[in-house]
């Protein structure tokens, strides 16, 4: 992969990365006002409930991302950025393109998911 293609795609990791954390950030204060407006009731206390679950998911999912792209800077960093991490062959980049921290080609995605490596 080009120099300047992989300056680009460090700028979108990174602009994505910026994202999920302002996105985690609006989701803890969310979660943190549930329940706070008034004397709920029971109808309430349910809904707050399974706003907050959802919203504790969500930051999970958020937590998985930021992992994932600070993953991809790191192997941008090594040289190793567009290569399965697991057969060590060239990732295709419109796979590149489309999910930018990926770390496997798809033949081994699919064997990580059914085997669990």
């Known amino acids: ?6 300056r680009e795609i460090r700028k979108n990791l990174l ?12 989701a803890y204060a969310a979660s943190q006002s549930l329940g706070k407006d008034g ?6 206390m349910s809904s707050n409930s399974y706003s907050q679950e959802v919203l504790m998911n969500l930051s999970e ?25 697991r057969c060590e062959e060239e990732i ?11 770390r496997y080609c798809v033949d081994c995605k699919s064997e990580v998911e059914k085997f669990g490596e």
Do not use: H, N, W
């Open 15 to 26: 602009k994505m990365r910026e994202e999920v954390l302002l996105e985690a950030e609006r």
């Open 61 to 85: 999912t958020q937590r998985v991302r930021v992992r994932d792209i600070d993953a991809a800077l790191d192997r941008m960093d090594k040289g190793v950025y567009d290569l399965c991490a």
């Open 39 to 44: 004397v709920p009731d029971i109808g309430d």
């Open 92 to 102: 295709p980049s419109r796979r590149m393109e489309v999910r930018p921290f990926s």
């Open 1 to 6: 992969m080009e120099e300047e293609q992989l």
